[in-house]
């Protein structure tokens, strides 16, 4: 429902469903290279057995926070984007 008790239009779900999109992937990418970045060595290089393990489990505890992070911060940023008029200030097109 809109801000005026109405339906959605066709674009506003198509505009949800393409920033739910963006978030899901997005999300993704950032926590593949999160992952990588921090498991990456572990997974390339011989370490010692303590240092590898801490590693690959600090990655796998960082994937999931940081992939949820990023898809509530996006879509909270376009609920709030969609909530604010396209020109603050002016109420009619003749201002």
């Known amino acids: 429902m809109t801000d ?3 339906r959605r239009t066709q674009a506003d ?3 949800l469903t393409v920033e739910i999109g963006y978030a899901l992937c997005s999300a993704a990418f950032a926590a ?3 992952f990588g970045a921090v498991a ?3 997974l390339l290089f011989t370490l010692p057995g303590l240092f590898e393990t801490v590693l690959v489990r ?3 505890v960082l994937v999931p926070v940081l992939f949820t992070a990023r898809v509530v911060a996006v879509l909270v940023r376009f609920q709030r984007a969609a ?3 396209s020109q603050p200030g ?3 097109p003749d201002s």
């Open 4 to 6: 005026h008790g109405g």
């Open 13 to 15: 779900r198509d505009a």
């Open 32 to 34: 593949a290279v999160v």
């Open 40 to 42: 990456g060595p572990a």
């Open 58 to 60: 600090t990655g796998v």
């Open 83 to 85: 909530a604010q008029p």
């Open 90 to 92: 002016r109420t009619s």
